[in-house]
């Protein structure tokens, strides 16, 4: 099959696919405000990850997670954007495994983000799912 002749979704997956894309664009949406103001915990949790206490790096951060993540939330640059969340979340990954976390709870959360994403993603696009056949 190729990318033009996409099979249909089935009613489960696509509203699947869209539950697991709401869990990512609301915790995103969360993560980015909050870096907004900045709030204090955020840049006193920055601190201890080794970066600055600049309250416009916490808000550079929130913006590009918050467009990343319209990106992702629109079905036309849907790809787009869990293309740059997956680099978002690689860097928080990269901070975690500098900062010596714990592996399963803070280093590999934004491992699990990325499969919720792609998981979602996966499930409601047909395109998608024809470009990466799980199965024949």
């Not at 206490?53 to 913006?63: E, K, Q, S």
Request: charged share 10%; net charge positive.
């Amino acid at each position: 099959m190729s990318i033009s002749q996409t099979a249909p979704v089935s009613s489960g997956a696509l509203w699947a696919g869209r539950l697991l894309s709401t869990v990512i664009v609301l915790f995103m949406i969360f993560d980015g405000t909050i870096k907004l103001p900045p709030l204090d915990i955020v840049t006193q949790t920055m601190v201890q990850l080794g970066w600055p206490a600049d309250p416009n790096v916490a808000r550079m951060l929130g913006i590009i997670g918050l467009i990343s993540t319209a990106l992702y939330a629109l079905p036309r640059t849907s790809v787009l954007g869990a293309i740059l969340l997956t680099a978002y979340m690689g860097g928080a990954i990269a901070t975690k495994v500098r900062v010596d976390s714990p592996l399963f709870s803070h280093t590999l959360f934004g491992v699990y983000l990325g499969i919720i994403l792609w998981a979602g993603l996966f499930l409601r696009d047909p395109k998608l799912r024809a470009l990466i056949p799980f199965s024949r």
